[in-house]
C-alpha cells in the first residue's frame, strides 16, 4: 500500500512538472509597431488580444534583439539569415513579434522579430 | 496511512495549483491563445459578402506563368513567415501567436475555398475571427493587385502536390459545411441533386410554375446582375434571407402573398454563406464567368404627378399591360398564354398587390427588376429600352396601382 502511494505521488508530480513545462512557454506578442522612443529604449505596440485592441509598451534592455530576417547574399545559400537591427531602425508602422518576460510590471523584450516592414 | 503519505497527499494538489498559477500567462502579456496556436487557428469561415463572388479563373491555378509571378512574390513577401516550402515555418512565422497554415497539408487546403483565401490574403489578420485570435496577417490588398494576390495564391497551392484547379469538383470538402445545410433546410424542395425535384416542392403547384428552382441550370430569376448573369452570391443570399412570394395564380392553393420559399432568415449568417457556397457548386458558371458586377441603382429621385404620368405612358409603350392587364392585376391579354422557361404556365404577377413581388416591392426593388427581368419567366429585362430615369417613372407608377404603393411613395410636387 505505501509503495503504491508513494508510486501515485512520484507519477503525479512527474505529470505536474511535465505539464507546467509544456505550458509555461509563453506565447508571443505581436503587433504594429505604433511608437519608438529610442532614449527611453522602449517600443510601443498595438495589438489585439481577445477582440479588444490595446497598446503595450515594451522595454528593451542591452540583453535584448531585435533581428529581421534577409535572404543570404552568399551564393548558393537559401533559406533566411537573421540581421540583427537597433531600436532606431524599427519605424511606426511594421509589424514585429516579441517573446518577453516579466520583470516587475514591464514586459521586457528578449528578441523582437521584424514580421514586415511597411 | 503515515504521516508521511499525508503529507504527499497533501502537498500535491497544491503542487499542481502552483504549477497552474505559474505556466498561465497573465493575461496583460500575450495576445496569442495556446489552444489556437496549436490548431493554427485556420478557421475557414465563409467569406464575406464583399468577397463571395471572387473565384480564381480556373486555368490560373495551373498556369505556369501565373504561378512563377506568384513565387516570385511568395519568396520576397511571404516565405519569412510561411516558409520557403509552404509549411508554415519561416523564421518570423515561428514567433507568431498564430502560427500560419501549413500548405503543404492536403486536407487542410482542400477545404479552403479560393474566395476565403483571397479574402485571407488581401485583409490578412485584421477580421474576425482571426484578428481576435492574434493574427498578424499583414493584409496585402494595398501592396498587390488583385491578379497578384491570385498568382501568389496559385503558387500557395502547388505546395499542397493538388495538380488540378481548386474548385468545390475536384474538393467536395470545400462546400461540405454548406452541403450539411443543404440537406437538412433544401432538399426538401431543390432536390438532393439541386435540380428542383424534392419530395415536398413540386405539391406547391403541381403542374404549374413557380416550380422549386433547378439550382443545376444557371437560371436564377431575383439578381441585381444584368440579364443573361449569374446572381451574385449577395442576390442569393437576399432571397435566401427573405424567402420568395407567391405571385398568385389560380393554382397556388391558398398561397398568395404567402412565401412559397421560406426565409432563412433564422438561420446563421455564416451558415446561409456556406449553403450558399454549396448552392453555387451545383453550377460551374460561378467559377467560369467574369467578376459579377450588380447593376447601379441611381437615387430615388421624389414621386411627382408627372412622374407618375409619364409612368403610365411607358407601361403602355412597353407593353407592361400585355400581361399585367391595363390595371394592373395580372389580367392582360397574354396572361393566360405565359409559360416560363420549362413550358409550364405562369401568371402574370397582379401589380395591385405589392406583397406578391417576388423581388420585394420597395422602389428600389423594382427598379431592379425592371432593369434585370426574371431569367427562366416571360418578364423581361428594360435595360436597353428604358433610361434609369424613364424605369423610375415606371416604378412609381407600377407602385401607384396599389393602395400599399400610393402610401408609401407619396407624389410630391403638383398631387395627383
Known sequence: MKKLLILLAVVGAAGVVAWSVATADEAPISGTVKAIDAAGKTLMLQTVAKGKTRDVTIVLKPESKIVKFVRPTDPGKTGFVEQALSLSDLKPGWIVSVTTRHEGDKEVADVVKVVLER | MRPRTWWLAAIAPGALAIAMWISSPPPSRANGEKDHVDKGGHA???????????????SGWTDPVMIARGKEIYV??????????????????AALPLK??????????????????LWRVSEGGQPEPFKSKGSAMPPWKADLS?????????????????????????HPEMVQVGRDIFAMACIQCHGVEGRGDGSVGATLSPRRAPQPRDLTSGQFKFRSTPSGQLPTTADLFRTVTEGVRSSGGPLTFGLSGHRIMPSFRHMPVAQRLEA????KSFYRGFWERAPAEAIVIPPAPPVTAERLARGKQLYADAE??????????????SAPTLKDSTELPIAATDLTQPKRFKSGARPEDVYRTLRTGLAGTPMPSYADSLEPDQTWDLVYYVLSLSQEGIAREQPRGGGR
Open chain 2, 320 to 333: 407592361c399591360l400585355a400581361c399585367h392587364g391595363a390595371t394592373g392585376r395580372g389580367d392582360g391579354p
Open chain 2, 146 to 170: 488583385v491578379e497578384d494576390r491570385w498568382a501568389v495564391i496559385a503558387y500557395q497551392h502547388t505546395f499542397s502536390g493538388h495538380q488540378g484547379p481548386h474548385v468545390p469538383w475536384e
Open chain 2, 76 to 93: 520576397t513577401k511571404c516565405a519569412v513567415c510561411h516558409g520557403d516550402s509552404g509549411d508554415g515555418k519561416g523564421p518570423a512565422g
Open chain 2, 276 to 279: 450558399l457556397e454549396f448552392v
Open chain 2, 100 to 117: 500560419p497554415p501549413d500548405l503543404r497539408d492536403k486536407a487542410g487546403v482542400a477545404e479552403m475555398r479560393d474566395n476565403y483565401w
Open chain 2, 44 to 58: 475557414h469561415v465563409p467569406a464575406p459578402l464583399d468577397y463571395a463572388d471572387a473565384h480564381m479563373p480556373i
